[in-house]
């Protein structure tokens, strides 16, 4: 609400054709002359809560069939994977990235166990490892927020030993920011 | 005269690093289906691709023996199935007209799987060694024959023929 009108003024506070930028310059320089100043703080809160995406360039990995004795150890067919990993954690914090087989190899009856089936790693943070059926085994572990990408070659253990068949699993990722 | 004045200001931006709630642990997942083939095959190889028995006196040297054959056999097939090795004379030790009758061509035999023993024939395929379910067995066969008086002079000849089966 606005106070009484000083004494002198006569007519109106502002002709008719005052236009509005014209108002803010006078109030912005009374400000620079005024010799005191009130302030007041404005809080802003930004919250950033953990989060964590995980994302693998292939949903699927098949080793074809070799003879035993020229490939003891067969290439996934689709080359390397790659694995990207974005995490938020607090700072320091653990970003673990996992994976385990649902199951052994598996083909009706007859199995082959997961752990025939091996990975090389490269990037930054990421190990070499065996599949398991039974344990998660660590994939790649950080420290901190980021964005990582690295990738594994998979391999499977030729034998002769093995029945005929058509084996499968699934292995299950898991990235945990704490 | 008062003038009230307000200064723009923003004092802080305060992230709230640190709050419990705001750092529960989270996960995120995703899945590759995994697919290896394991085809039937089967190899099979022997150490030895001749044997030459040289002339020697029937009194001294009353059977020809030959030199352990060392026979590997590799075989993938369906669970329970049934892995042979059998072996099928060309027919009987030919020189030219003259023959000496393949079944007294015997062997003896070491080895998992592997028949102790055996004599040769060139209508009915015998059998070597068998075995269940995949894998890969090593043995060893040794061939003798009867050096006597009553052959004819000759260089004789035969020709056995080996076979995997791995269903």
Redo the contacts between chains.
Sequence with gaps: MRGPRPAHAAGPAFPMRLTVPVLLLIVLVAAGSAPAAQTSNATLNASINSAARLSLSSAALTFPDADPDTSPSIQAAQGPITVTAKARTSPNGTVTLTVRATDELRSGLNTIPASNITWVASGAGFTNGTLSATTAQPIATWSGSGERTGAHTFFFRNLWSYATGTYTLTMVYTLSAA | MK?????G???????????SS????????????????????A?LSLSLATIDWPDADPDVVTVFTSAPVTVDV??????G?NVTVTVLASGDLTSGTDTIPVNTLTWTAGGSGFAANGANDKTTAQTLGTWT????HSGSQTLSLPNLWSYRTGVYTVTLNYTLTAP
């Design positions: 003038k009230a004045v307000w200064s200001v923003i004092a802080a931006a305060v992230v709230l690093l640190g709050s705001a750092f529960a642990q989270q996960t995120a997942g995703a899945s590759i289906a995994v697919t290896a083939h394991v085809d039937a095959k190899k590799k075989a993938r097939t369906s669970a199935g379910n995949s894998g890969n």
